[in-house]
């Protein structure tokens, strides 16, 4: 196992790149922190290397690992509890994404957090597919990573125009289920279909009109005392509906 000790060291430069996001996407590379994390990108065949903090020992396997000091993984990790293993994965390869028939458009949700939600609870409740448009979150920043729970090494992720996408999911036959507060019809009234595609908008705008302009339907959830939830929970109450 090789040791690093010095901050300045190429190697530790060019992990410490990937916490911005031009550099994670020149370089389709992106660390996750922690025991669960690293394992599930094992699982996912994403990850490249290892980094294990000094004093601590992690089983490897077949690896490439390396033992770097406590001030090298403070300057990598983003987690305010501090972590002592880092892994090093590369992104799956866009050629590699196929169209399911479970699908999550997400359209400029912009929290990192929301986003990183919606990906766990889609991947919960049997959903295959999320789209992002150009302006959500990027998948690949550590909160969201953190708030998948290792979801997103297990189902297709892409980043493209949703436009184009519902385009192609009405070609096979998928009927896309936009979400909004005016002219839409109660969830409760929405057939449930094994085959499909739901809608969320930004958290302050909503779904765009000329996306929504291309959905087959559009529902609000009804509720009392308040006229929206929070982008997250309303996703996860309609994923649970058309839940597999």
């Known amino acids: ?12 430069k060019k992990w410490a790149k990937y916490k911005e996001k031009k550099y994670r996407d020149s370089d389709r590379c992106f660390l996750v922190e922690g025991e669960h994390l690293l394992e599930e990108a094992i699982r996912a065949k994403l990850l490249d290397c290892i980094l294990v903090e000094e004093g601590h020992t992690y089983d490897t396997g077949a690896y490439p690992c390396y033992e770097v000091s406590s001030m090298i993984m403070r300057k990598l990790s983003d987690s305010v509890s501090g ?4 892994g090093v994965c590369h992104m799956p ?16 949700v912009q929290d990192p957090g929301n986003v990183g939600t919606i990906l766990r609870s ?5 959903f295959d597919t999320v789209v992002l448009s150009r302006h959500c979150a990027d998948v690949y920043s ?12 297990h189902m297709q992720v892409i980043r493209t125009d949703l436009s184009q996408i519902i385009d192609q999911l009405k070609e ?9 507060l005016e002219n839409a019809s109660a969830m409760s009234t929405i057939e449930v279909v094994d085959r499909v595609a739901l809608l969320f908008g930004n958290e ?4 765009s009109k000329e996306l929504l302009a291309k959905c087959d339907e559009t529902m ?11 982008v997250a929970v309303a996703a996860g109450i309609a994923m649970y509906k058309f839940r597999r």
Not at 83 to 86: A, H, N, P, R, Y
Not at 122 to 126: C, E, I, L, P, V
Not at 220 to 230: G, K, P, T, V, W
Request: charged share 20%; proline share 3%.
């Open 1 to 12: 196992m090789e040791k690093i000790v010095s901050k300045t060291n190429a190697r530790v």
């Open 83 to 86: 972590t002592w293993l880092i």
């Open 93 to 108: 390869c866009p050629m590699d994404f196929v169209m399911g028939e479970k699908v999550i458009l997400l359209d400029d």
């Open 122 to 126: 889609a991947y919960s409740f049997g």
């Open 142 to 153: 550590d909160k969201v990573i953190r708030s998948t729970q290792g979801a997103l090494f």
């Open 172 to 180: 096979k036959k998928i009927p896309v289920i936009g979400t909004a």
């Open 204 to 207: 302050g705008n909503g779904v």
């Open 220 to 230: 609000y959830i009804e509720m009392h005392a308040f006229e929206s939830l929070n």
